[in-house]
T-cell receptor, first 114, second 112 residues
């Protein structure tokens, strides 16, 4: 069966420090991968999506970046965090056989920037 | 820019009551999903609607896709405390199969 894992689950970082969140999918190949950010109790904002290795589409210009070095690995990074980067970050995947929009989400990574 | 607007933003009801949550947009979507999210967890898919006018039922939950594929509703009959959570609608654009956007969500609280 397919699974998706994110880490770390919780992160507290000072302003100006770097960030690296990792997401790995198991049990499938060539998935579409997504990074979303969620403010407290609100909807999800699409940050990046990827349809293949090295292929990244950015939806929101900001100080975050994403990379897909391997088929089932998706990484969210920042060189210098801002207070506004705090939030709940969710990685998601969709298989080629699912209908568009049928996403499976990871457990989430809660980032607090102080 | 595609946007999905959900209403109401917050709903607090007594156990046994019925409720309807709405998801509206000026854009056409190739498909629309409803998700439910518990605090501290990722959203979980409830249903996908694809055809205009489509109605799907999942136990006490009824989902409808608008004829023009721009809006959707979620109706819960005889709500129970276990229905408490954040309900999110999501849509995938009509021009490509990759970009899925979410509404701001409806937070439902069902009191026993």
């Amino acid at each position: 069966s397919q699974t998706i894992h994110q880490w770390p689950a919780t992160l507290v970082q000072p302003v100006g420090s770097p960030l690296s969140l990792e997401c790995t999918v198991e049990g499938t190949s060539n998935p579409n991968l997504y990074w979303y950010r969620q403010a407290a109790g609100r909807g999800l904002q699409l940050l990046f999506y990827s349809v293949g290795i090295g292929q990244i589409s950015s939806e929101v210009p900001q100080n975050l970046s994403a990379s897909r070095p391997q088929d089932r690995q998706f990484i969210l990074s920042s060189k210098k965090l801002l207070l506004s980067d705090s939030g709940f970050y969710l990685c998601a995947w969709i298989s080629g056989r699912a209908a568009p929009g049928e996403l499976f989400f990871g457990e989430g990574s809660r980032l607090t920037v102080l | 820019t595609q946007l999905l607007e959900q209403s109401p933003q917050f709903l607090s009801i007594q156990e046994g009551e019925n409720l309807t949550v709405y998801c509206n947009s000026s854009s056409v979507f190739s498909s629309l999903q409803w998700y439910r999210q518990e605090p501290g967890e990722g959203p979980v898919l409830l249903v996908t609607v694809v055809t205009g006018g489509e109605v799907k039922k999942l136990k006490r939950l009824t989902f409808q896709f608008g004829d023009a594929r721009k809006d959707s509703s979620l109706h819960i009959t005889a709500a129970q405390p276990g229905d408490t959570g954040l309900y999110l609608c999501a849509g995938t654009g009509n021009t490509g199969g990759f970009k899925t956007i979410f509404g701001a969500g409806t937070r439902l609280f069902v009191k026993a």
